[in-house]
């Protein structure tokens, strides 16, 4: 079915085709399925793009080298599989593919412990022990933001609005150091920032703080009587032309 498109404003510019596609049937991952199994659970099996009950795509900072997770097995004989290593990344890995992809090895090693998910309670989602090489900082820089568009539209304890808010409120403050916004973004997306939810109590307006590690820079980044360093971007945006 051919798809309309909306004419974008004089304003807007005009968007090109997509650069990615959707999950597709014919490249499923799924072990050692026989080939009469395949195509059935490969048409009907639950993608592992966003993190589900039994693992997904978690893409979680601290699940770093010695990490103890413990997932709920929904389905007799099932398998396990695993890959996407990052070598840094922040909280929300917000900009989707804006961490730090690296190719590794992984040693895993796996144990079943029978009736744990009524014993412990883990019937819906992984618990897990993060490992010991968790990214470590002592100076941070914190921004915050509450749940109001930029339309100043009050979105009742919308905490993924407000986590919105303080990543954007991150970026004005790093532009002004001379990163372009979108430098600023990507920075957000590959640096370990903490992401947290700082308030979710004093309605209507959750709050979200993210928190950006200082050491992660070479230079002086907190605010001063004497303004922000600024840098050399490094953009090669090339010049007008006369003609």
């Given at each position: 079915?051919?798809q309309?498109?909306?004419?974008?404003?004089?304003?807007?510019?005009?968007?090109?085709?997509?650069l990615?596609?959707?999950?597709e049937?014919?490249?499923?991952?799924?072990?050692?399925l026989?080939?009469?199994?395949?195509d059935r659970v490969?048409g009907?099996?639950?993608?592992t793009?966003p993190?589900?009950?039994?693992?997904?795509?978690?893409?979680?900072?601290?699940?770093?080298?010695?990490?103890?997770?413990?997932?709920?097995?929904?389905?007799?004989?099932a398998?396990?599989?695993?890959g996407?290593?990052?070598?840094s990344?922040?909280?929300?890995?917000i900009?989707?593919?804006?961490?730090?992809?690296?190719?590794?090895?992984?040693d895993?090693?796996?144990?079943?412990?029978k009736?744990?998910m009524?014993t412990?309670?883990?019937?819906?989602?992984?618990?897990?022990?993060?490992?010991?090489?968790?990214p470590?900082?002592s100076?941070?820089?914190?921004?915050?933001?509450t749940?109001v568009?930029?339309?100043?539209?009050?979105?009742?304890?919308d905490s993924?609005?407000s986590?919105?808010?303080?990543?954007?409120?991150?970026?004005?403050?790093?532009?002004?150091?001379?990163?372009?916004?979108?430098?600023a973004?990507?920075?957000?997306?590959?640096?370990?920032i903490?992401?947290?939810?700082s308030?979710?109590?004093?309605?209507?307006?959750?709050?979200?703080?993210?928190?950006?590690?200082?050491?992660?820079?070479?230079f002086?980044v907190?605010?001063?009587?004497s303004?922000?360093?600024?840098?050399?971007?490094?953009?090669?945006?090339?010049?007008?032309?006369n003609?």
């Open positions: 079915m051919e309309t498109r909306r004419r974008p404003d004089r304003h807007e510019p005009e968007q090109g085709p997509s990615a596609l959707p999950p049937a014919e490249h499923a991952v799924l072990g050692h026989s080939s009469s199994e395949f490969a009907e099996a639950a993608r793009a993190p589900r009950e039994n693992g997904g795509n978690q893409d979680i900072k601290n699940m770093s080298k010695g990490t103890r997770i413990f997932y709920p097995v929904f389905v007799d004989g398998n396990l599989s695993l996407d290593l990052h070598f990344q922040g909280d929300g890995e900009t989707f593919c804006g961490a730090i992809e690296m190719g590794g090895f992984i895993l090693r796996v144990e079943l412990i009736g744990g009524e412990y309670g883990v019937s819906e989602n992984a618990i897990f022990m993060p490992g010991n090489v968790d470590q900082y100076q941070w820089l914190a921004f915050s933001g749940s568009t930029l339309d100043g539209e009050q979105r009742y304890l993924h609005l986590y919105q808010r303080a990543c954007l409120h991150a970026i004005d403050y790093l532009s002004k150091f001379g990163y372009s916004r979108e430098q973004y990507v920075i957000l997306g590959a640096v370990p903490e992401g947290r939810l308030g979710v109590v004093d309605i209507p307006n959750s709050c979200s703080t993210v928190y950006i590690p200082t050491a992660v820079f070479d002086d907190r605010p001063s009587a303004g922000p360093h600024k840098i050399d971007p490094g953009i090669g945006v090339p010049k007008a032309s003609r």
